[in-house]
Every structure is written in C-alpha cells, then in structure tokens.
C-alpha cells in the first residue's frame, strides 16, 4: 500500500467509526445492519493467473454491523442482487436505457 493510499483508509476508517457514532448517537445500534469494504488494487503487482485472467493484491479495509451470519449472507446478496440490477440498468445495448436515459431531466425528450 502507497502512503497517500494508507491516509486515505486511515481517513475513510474514521469515517466509518463516525457513521457507527452516529447510529449509536441515536439509539439506533439494535436496528443497523451495514456492510463497508474498501481498498486499493497494487497495479504494480498486477499479474495473469494461469487461466490468463489478470489478478492484483489489494489493501482493504471492511466493517459489518450485523448481528449473525445469515444477516450477513443477506447483506451480502442485496449487494449483489443491487450491483446485477445497476449493470442492466447501466447497459446501453438495451432500449430501456435510452428510454430512461431520456428522462433523466424529469422531462421526456
């Protein structure tokens, strides 16, 4: 990990405890569920595996506020399911992008 990139987890690690501060603050502990994960790729250390797909280490930093595992694997297949739907949505061989594409400013074109 660079130094700008291990000021930058340290930063968003105080992030982190600030939004967990900010739930307790609240009252809130016993209702949250969060799942943070965040890092860097070392692209200098970039290589091909030996089905010529290209790997890197990565520097990460992850936080979960759940309260069992199976919370957890539900988090985990939101983020999924979420991360599929904004591919499709973000797929421009599809007229349903365009069509949305064209009311982005609230008005049809």
Known sequence: MTKRQ???????K???LKINKTVKSHGLEDEFISCIAVG??????????????????MSLLSSFSVTDEEEL???????????????EENDTSKIDYWINFGKRDGEEN
Not at 40 to 57: H, T, V
Not at 75 to 87: G, H, T, V
Request: contains cysteine; aromatic residues 10%.
């Open 73 to 87: 694997e539900d988090m985990l297949s939101y983020c999924s399911e979420a991360y599929k739907i904004d591919q």
């Open 40 to 57: 860097f790729l070392d692209i200098k250390s970039s290589y091909e595996d030996e089905d010529g797909n290209e790997k890197a280490n």
């Open 14 to 16: 105080e992030l982190i």
């Open 6 to 12: 291990g000021k930058c987890i340290d930063e968003i």
